[in-house]
């Protein structure tokens, strides 16, 4: 087997919070070649298992894996399964979309997001912990109605009129997308240089262009003087042919190499190893390659065990899924 000195290895775990059963998983996964995890931080989380969280990032540190960390779901603002409690504590901080819905989602704009997301950075520094995970920070948005977009919110209203001095059109205009675009990119410059003086590493997770996050222009994330790495996820859906997944990657790493040559950053791509189906195991393998000629040297999956064991994610035939992304890493021509 060819080793891969340079080479970053990671998935995602969640879901067990006992750390006697995590200290055997990340066992298995050092034994497996790993060199990196990232652990699942939700608003649960930092609410009920702050001392066990620790516990569970830093027993991963001493086996030798290096942690990245994502606030899972917190406020919806971030991708994740779990579910956030902030709009419904902090009425009135609901993201609105333009047919007038609240949305279960806190705005971006919210200071109680601000303030919540640092006390959240003030847990995690405490941690050993190596990367800030901003996974895919996006504006609301429901799979099958792409069109209502967010946030129409009272401060948004606001914001939007006192920086273009008329009233927030309700459909997407071109002043709309840059209003969107530059209300979230400071909000995360706010949030890595948090991180940073923390003393902690970050990276930015972009959604693919097909959903409308709300960022387009990803130089904008890469140029942000905090922010270590850019990655994405082009996740292919289910019927997508093999052709359409490999080319999703081949853009996408493509794209992020780019991107973060131009700004010296570093690239990492996400691999879908979750809902993956019966016979289409060979999609994680070609994922994990096709990334990797396309110069990517940080590939993480999602999920551990190809999500095994949360049932809405699992993949058909789990273990085979899961194998696909371990033998992946032997094919890689160096
Ligand atoms: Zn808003």
Known sequence: MVSHHSLKRGVSYFGVRNPKHVFQDMQDLKKSGFTHVLHTYSEEDLQYYRETMKEIIDISVDLGLSVYVNPWGVGRVFGGEAYSELVAKNPGTAQ???????????????????????????????????????????????????????CRCPNCQ?????????????????????????????????????????????????LPPWFPAGIDDWNKIASLPSVDEIASDPYQERNDSSELVLKHYKETAERLMKTAKEFNKEAQMWVKCYLIEEGREQDVTDSVLVSYDAGIRNIFAWSYKASEYLSWLRSDNPEKAWLAYLESFKKLSV
């Not at 971006?108 to 520094?125: C, K």
């Not at 920086?163 to 309700?170: H, N, T």
């Not at 003393?199 to 930015?204: E, G, I, L, P, S």
Request: hydrophobic content about 40%.
């Open 158 to 206: 606001k914001l939007f009129k006192k920086a273009y001095g008329f009233q927030m059109p309700d459909n997407l205009t071109p002043e709309v997308l840059e209003f969107r675009e530059t209300t979230l990119v400071h909000f995360l410059r706010q949030m890595t240089d948090a991180a940073k003086e923390r003393q902690k590493r970050n990276t930015v997770c972009m």
């Open 96 to 150: 609105i979309s333009a047919d007038g819905t609240i949305q279960p989602a806190i705005c971006p704009t919210s200071q109680v997001f601000i303030d919540y997301l640092m006390n959240w950075l003030d847990t995690i520094a405490e941690t050993k912990a190596e990367t800030i995970f901003w996974d895919e920070p996006h504006f609301y948005f429901a799979k099958g109605n792409l069109n209502n977009w967010a």
